[in-house]
């Protein structure tokens, strides 16, 4: 999937496109034989066949690259997410769906490099939220807010909810890579029972 969500027009703006996923592509590449730390710019140059001037165009460091391919991944993900929410019939069902919809994501996004790491090296978080990020939040937010009014979901602060949600999504997500083999169904019933336990203790939203 191209890195920008709209199509691009003219010989220069295709050639911008091009190298940008190219340098993703390697990067995915590199970060699985190497592993991040270890890995370089110059070892993401190499594999790319550009000129190092050509990457700088576009990413300051590793660092940037690996946020942008986060962010392709929550690109591609959003969608995935929107169509657990229509597909649910009431907050339980969701939960459960969209949690299993992204670890089974995650796995088969990942499973050309991460698994080629060894078990348990973990990879940075990415600091802030961009604008992709801030979708998937904004879809999760959306849905609580409806099974609430709906009477479906507990009456607590949707902010905090869908920023619980995504956490523990997260950070049980990058356990669940660090293992061999990787375990989509025991990670999924895992974060489930921790959203669906935790919401019943919850206060009531003061909105």
Not at 22 to 39: K, M, N, P, Q, W
Not at 61 to 83: I, N
Not at 119 to 124: A, F, S
Request: some cysteine.
């Amino acid at each position: 999937m191209s890195e920008v969500a709209y199509l691009p027009t003219g010989k220069r703006e295709l050639t911008k496109v091009a190298n940008r996923q190219a340098i993703l592509d390697a990067a995915r590449e590199v970060f699985g034989e190497l592993g991040y730390e270890t890995s370089t710019v110059r070892d993401i140059i190499r594999r790319t066949g550009l000129a190092a001037g050509t990457f700088y165009n576009y990413y300051r460091s590793k660092e940037e690259v690996y946020v942008a391919l986060s962010d392709e991944g929550a690109r591609q993900f959003a969608p995935l997410l929107k169509a657990q929410r229509a597909q649910s019939a009431n907050w339980e069902e969701f939960v459960h769906a969209a949690i299993e919809a992204y670890f089974l994501f995650l796995g088969d996004a990942h499973k050309s490099w991460l698994a080629r790491r060894p078990p348990g090296e973990l990879y940075p978080h990415v600091h802030g939220e961009t604008p992709e990020m801030a979708a998937v939040f904004n879809e999760v937010r959306e849905a609580i807010v409806d099974e609430i009014a709906r009477g479906g979901a507990p009456d607590a602060d949707p902010d905090y909810v869908a920023a619980a949600c995504i956490a523990i999504a997260r950070e049980v997500g990058e356990k669940m890579l660090a293992r061999r083999p990787i375990d989509t169904k025991g990670a999924t019933e895992f974060a489930v029972a921790m959203i669906q336990g935790g919401l019943q203790s919850l206060p009531k939203s003061k909105a």
